[in-house]
Nanobody, 124 residues
């Protein structure tokens, strides 16, 4: 059974930073991708970033480019999302997700595995 455990959310001031972690377990192969999505109150869920563990291929949404960095510690089966220069519009519940098909994470469609979200609140 695939399980994803997200952590690292919290309250931060504008301009601050947070690092989210997503620990994955249950995959029988090392070739899968992990991504971060977020959903703000009253808004649809949107993709933030994802990484393919086999070769480190990454994707960032326009809102994440230049501010967020995704990385993977394959030995720990953990993916991190370093979020810098946070702004109030980054306030959302952040979810980590995983799929053997990396491009499902890029597209944000038909993703098979989801973790419980972690709340990020950025105060102005």
């Amino acid at each position: 059974e695939v399980q994803l455990q997200a952590s690292g959310g919290g309250l931060v001031q504008t301009g601050g930073y947070l690092r989210l972690s997503c620990a994955a377990s249950g995959f029988t192969s090392a070739d899968y991708g992990i991504g971060w999505f977020r959903q703000a109150p009253g808004k649809e869920r949107e993709g933030v970033s994802c990484i393919r563990r086999s070769d480190g291929e990454t994707y960032y949404s326009d809102s994440a480019k230049g501010r967020f960095t995704i990385s993977s510690d394959n030995a720990k089966n953990t993916v991190y999302l370093q979020m810098n220069s946070l702004a109030p519009e980054d306030t959302a519940v952040y979810y980590c997700a995983a799929d053997a098909n990396y491009f499902r994470l890029v597209a944000g469609r038909d993703v098979n595995y989801w973790g419980v979200g972690t709340l990020v609140t950025v105060s102005s």
